[in-house]
């Protein structure tokens, strides 16, 4: 009896033992070997890049709607206020696309519709003058006139760093004509200034409400949505405005909440208790075949990039950078961090972004080569640090850690969070050698600054050449079109040879929605318009 | 119930001296645990008449708290078994009436005080209260009434009545231990097993108690089973004796029989070792040898190991009752040969 | 009794303090400030330094410290640096629903738990005993995000009798009570059954028993009532541990309670809020544990004894 008991005992400690080391083998990357193995045979790549979003067909009519739309919001919204520091994120256009409107409505294919005004001229780029329409009321019942715009002008070169300011402090001064008629005059002239303003985070806001009503004032504006109810950090519940100018939504309540398990957030999804949410690329294959849902997919504009730290002594040296570019195989990011869902991008210029020098060859795939450059350096065999901070940087880290260490290099990567990456990599004060990270693009071409010209915090590789610099001056003001591309085109070949960043992929995103939805107008930038969704019931 | 018949009842107007109030019968109790079994009590028998009482005494571990735990069919199952034997209470078959039936009789015909009062009392209930519950299940009356009736018993064990609603912790040893007295007594049993009541006090305290144990006694007329292992406390409070060795009873007779005619080895070995306040000079004579282990008894006699006497015979087999008079009864096989006597105790 | 009690919520003012220190330090030693979860790919360091002075960055952290706790001295818990909102409005809109979650496991798990540490102590050595470890070694052991998680999918999704987020409803609360009292109930069981155990030893059950004091009423009033004190000990701990929320059974189940707003003030690294929200965490432990000591001493008189220092009665002989 007393040795059966012994035998049990150790029966169970070594399948106890056992257990445990089953879980460690999964902590590593999926894939560390030389031989790329072929992406997951359920999973179907897009061998051509999926089409641009177009403009969704009209709704039909004589169908029934359903009255009340749940989404979920991709991250949390703490506050509604543009002129808050603390809106600024990811979500923050998807707000502000349902409650508020601008003067001007950019669309998906970058051109410019009229919103709030009805036209605009300009013959030097510098002094703009807008008519605005006159039918146009505030969620509070007050009317839209040229003093809010004045007053959103105002607001925003009070409140200091936020993006808005920065905006609108290009404006020197304004002259209200009439209620409905305004003169802005910029300090320099900007080719690219209707773009800013056209920019859902910086819509137009009501005077009154502000100064009336410091708690909700903020959430006022013109859109075809009101806010009703917003709990920071959960949802925000919005009612149809009845009186908007445009085109009326079909669904009378929405609801944008966020659900931080995606577990949960799934099973919500197929419960029909959301409409729409957002599918993550390891799910995808999960959804693409089942009739209930549908799914929408578009190629972000965004890339994610790998971005040298041009102070550090090593990695100053073009050798090693080069080095690292002719062993990196970004396809494989693509097929192991997105299952195959992304486009390899030859190039860091955004994925959709104008003036796109399709010229540029990209660095070839070559192991040898890479290894005869990395003996030109003076590099020893020392670990150079990785930082990154979203899940799927890091994946694409581990990628890269292991591409890397096939011709010598030893990466060790440092897993942080946002606000750590983000205090690590400050311009100027990078401790970081090595930063990836996803790069923001907008359509405009001159997103390229913000990874370019120095002294601007998306600057992730420290990257200053006067030059190119120059250049980019330039260009803001260059009237004429055809010589602005060319411009661009020249940054865009001295940034690929200096190669302060590796591109990697764009990423493509997937949004899915219950049969019978449509209505969500795509931007590549992310900036999605929800407020004309729906969903036909019958 | 009236007040007044409560007090009645208090003073004694029950059992007529000279009944017998306690009849236990070949008792043998035995703990079975996993290894061994300890054969505490091996074939007790004795009775015990209204009014009176008997000392039980013997070392740590004769059996003795077995025996009285089995008297109130108390023996903790498991791991203690009774094998066989009867016990008669006032007429009551303990070993055989149901918990329901047992917890009547207990506390209302047959009580019992415990060696340790600082931890025989519970925390949390006051003092008062301890004794009403005793009260009321034996007696139909109202809280208010048992409660007065606790205040009486209090003042009868000679603490203030005022101090009713105190917690145990609040008293000293001696005055817990009175209280425990009260609980036993509250609702007049016919007999009180007292197992080692003062042990654990102090001795001016021990002398205080046992002269108020003694007091009431008289005035209840209840039968006490003393149990201890202090000679003199069985000179003071008993009237008859039995001496138990390795569960059994080893002499069993009268105080005079017992103390002043001494019959077993044991016995004498017991007066022995006391030491003598009239002779300080002499050295002690403690007896030879360690109690007898409960899970190995010997064949024969148990004492026969350690005895100065012992034949053969005695350690051939088990020696039986013998009675040497009315009273007096000496299990020794030695007195097989009737010119045997031990030299008795100085 | 009063001054005890009196001189229990006197001590909450250097616990605050500690806390708040505490607190604070650690925010500020980690890495990166709310600067950082507000900066977007566009702004320079220009506007990332006026965002610094807008915030109080550029200013040493005793600075800060001093501030927030002058105004915390009064009365004042701030606001939100990331909403601008009131902090003690923010955490008092979510709390009540933290408080139904948690109130409701407690019920759940007292509920389960206590019976079933009779049970378990009552057949102690038994087979049913060793199925009740097992049971409680299970409840122990399992993460209660996993076993939220678990019910998330068999009863929202493989069979859809709940909902999979927050409605509102009564129907949403199921889940997350289950898991969370699942838990809860594990510790509480295990508690009683070896408070019961201990009691069961004691002596004075002998002498209960011995004046005749039926089995059940040896139970009731005797055991039970020398066991309530680590019970209840048990209980208010867990009942303080749960009323600061859980964070992780909020994120599972998308409860808007308060366990998240820390993890979320943490992360924003906003730390009048993480700082206001432990401080008032912290009270309600201490509030709590002071109840359950009171508590104490209305079951237990010998408790009740030292804290009445001033009556304390001489022993008599």
Known sequence: MKKAKIALCIIFCVVLVMSALVGCGKAEPEDTTQTATPPPASSTPTASPPPAPTQPPPPPEDVKYKEDIVVTLGDKVAVIDIFNPAFQSSQAALVTNMIYDNLVYCTMDTTYEPELATSWETDDYKTFTFKLRDDVKFHNGEPFTADDVAFTIDKARESVGTMINDKFSQIEKYEIVNDYEIILTLKQANVDFIYDISYPTYPIVNREAYENDPDKGAWVGTGPWIVTDFSSNDYIKFVRNDNYFKELPKAKTFTMKYVAEETARMIMFENDELDFTGVSSDKVDIYRNDDRFILNSYVMNNTNFVAFNMNDPLLSDINFRLACAHAFNNQEC????????????????????????????????????????????????????????????????????????????????????GATLSANTMWGNTDAQIVV??????????????????????????????????????????????????????????????????????????IGGQAGTGGILFFANNNHDYSLAYRIID | MSNESLTKSMTGGAAETGENVLEVKNLVVHYVLKKETVEAVNDVSFTLKSGRSLGLVGETGAGKTTTALAIMNLVPNPPGVIKSGTVNVCGHEMLKLKPIELAKIRGADISMIFQDPMTSLNPVMTVGNQIAESVKLHEDCSHSQAFDRAVEMLELVGIPGARASEYPHEFSGGMQQRVVIAIALACNPRVLIADEPTTALDVTIQAQVLGMMSELK?????????????????????DEVAVMYAGRIVEKGTLEDVFNNTMHPYTEGLFNSLPKIDNRDTELKPIPGLMADPTKLPVGCSFAPRCSYATDACRARRPEDRYVSDTHMVVCTAYEDPAFHIEGWQ | MIRYTINRILWLIPILICVSFIIFGLLELAPGSIIDTMITEEMTTEDIEILKEKYGMDKPMIYR???????????????????????????????????????????????????????????????????????????????????????????????????????????????????????????????????????NRKDYLRTARAKGVPERQVTRKHVLANAWIPIITQIGLMTAMTLAGSAVIEAVYSWPGVGYMLVDAISRRDVTMACGTVILTATLYVLILLVVDIIYAVVDPRIRAQYTSGKRKRRTA
Not at chain 1, 466 to 483: C, F, G, H, M
Not at chain 1, 486 to 502: C, D, F
Not at chain 3, 67 to 88: A, C, E, K, R
Request: glycine share 6%; hydrophobic share 45%.
């Open chain 1, 334 to 417: 693509v097929d192991i961090t997105l299952n195959g869902y992304g486009v390899a991008a030859p190039t860091y210029w955004g994925y959709r972004t104008q003036y796109k020098n399709t010229d540029l060859q990209p660095y070839t795939y070559d192991l040898e080569l890479a290894k005869e450059y990395l003996a030109k350096t003076s590099y020893n065999g020392e670990p150079i640090e990785v930082i990154c901070a979203m899940p799927h940087t890091i994946k694409n880290a581990q990628v890269f850690q292991s591409q890397m260490a096939l011709i010598g290099i030893n990466i060790e990567i440092f897993e942080t969070d």
């Open chain 1, 437 to 510: 990270n996803s790069g923001a693009w907008s359509g405009l071409a001159n997103s390229i600054r913000n990874y370019v010209y120095p002294n601007n915090n998306a600057n992730k590789a420290n990257y200053s050449n006067p030059e190119v610099s120059a250049l980019l001056d330039q260009a803001s003001v260059e009237t004429d079109e055809a010589k602005r591309e060319q411009l661009y085109k020249q940054v865009q070949a001295i940034v690929h040879e200096e190669l302060p960043y590796l591109p990697i992929f764009n990423m493509e995103l997937f």
């Open chain 2, 218 to 238: 008289t005035k209840m007329n209840t039968a006490l089973l003393m149990i201890t292992h202090d000679l003199g406390v069985v000179a003071k409070m008993c």
């Open chain 3, 65 to 199: 410290y001093g501030l927030y706790m002058w105004n915390l001295l009064h009365g004042d818990l701030g606001t939100s640096q990331v909403t601008g909102l009131p902090i003690f409005e923010m955490y008092m809109s979510r709390w009540p629903n933290t408080l139904m979650l948690s109130l409701s496991s407690l019920v759940v798990g007292v509920l389960i738990a206590i019976p079933l540490g009779i049970f378990a102590a009552k057949y102690a050595g038994t087979i049913w005993d060793n199925l009740t470890t097992g049971f409680t070694m299970l409840g122990l052991s399992m993460p209660a995000f996993w076993l939220g998680l678990l019910l998330l999918i068999w009863f929202a999704y493989r069979i859809r009798i709940f909902p999979a987020g927050y409605d509102g409803t009564w129907k949403c609360f199921v889940m997350p009570v289950i898991a969370n009292g699942f838990s809860m109930s594990a510790t509480i069981t295990r508690q009683t059954r070896s408070a019961i155990l201990e009691v």
